[in-house]
């Protein structure tokens, strides 16, 4: 079975509106620019035959560790990472057609640095055990009962 067996979701999870019920102004339902109806694994599998995925930019370690205490991912930098640089990136079959996706997740948890979340973060909401404050000058803005971000 291979990646594009996604006979459940289509991979509509990685870059589309999903849930597909969901609007694409529903925070977090908007996750990229396919249509729904795309990434049937019937035609994927059928028009693309050597489809292949490309993951990069993936950081692995502890929550707060795959970042250094200078970059904008926030974190003390003391666990082990795994990294690699670039973008994901999702190449159809060698033609001349390619498709880039490009999926971002910040996630800070309070570490060494004493400066708070970082742009972007979590910095509250129900059940959240993070960083309750912003690094200079971010705030920390309420979206939701679930969900507060540095912006």
């Known amino acids: 079975m291979s990646l594009w067996d996604d006979h459940n979701s289509n991979m509509l999870w990685l870059d589309s509106t999903y849930p597909t019920t969901a609007s694409s102004t529903t925070l977090?339902?908007?996750?990229?620019?396919?249509?729904?109806?795309s990434g049937a694994p019937n035609d994927v599998e059928s028009?693309?035959?050597?489809?292949?995925?490309?993951?990069?930019?993936?950081?692995?370690?502890p929550i707060g560790?795959?970042?250094?205490?200078?970059?904008?991912?926030?974190?003390?930098?003391?666990?082990?990472?795994?990294?690699?640089?670039?973008?994901?990136?999702?190449?159809?079959?060698?033609?001349t057609t390619t498709t880039t996706s490009k999926a971002t997740t910040t996630t800070a948890a309070s570490g060494g640095n004493g400066g708070g979340a970082a742009h972007w973060a979590q910095c509250g909401g129900v059940g959240y055990?993070?960083?309750?404050?912003?690094?200079?000058?971010?705030?920390?803005?309420?979206?939701?009962?679930?969900?507060?971000?540095?912006?």
Not at 28 to 35: I, L, M, N, Q, T
Not at 47 to 61: L, T
Not at 67 to 90: L, P, R, V
């Open 47 to 61: 028009q693309n035959a050597n489809s292949y995925v490309v993951f990069s930019n993936i950081k692995a370690g």
């Open 129 to 151: 055990t993070g960083p309750t404050t912003c690094a200079s000058p971010y705030t920390c803005t309420k979206q939701n009962e679930y969900y507060s971000q540095c912006l």
């Open 65 to 95: 560790s795959t970042f250094d205490s200078g970059s904008t991912g926030g974190g003390n930098g003391s666990g082990s990472t795994t990294t690699t640089k670039g973008s994901t990136t999702t190449t159809k079959a060698p033609t």
């Open 28 to 37: 977090g339902a908007k996750r990229g620019s396919c249509d729904i109806s």
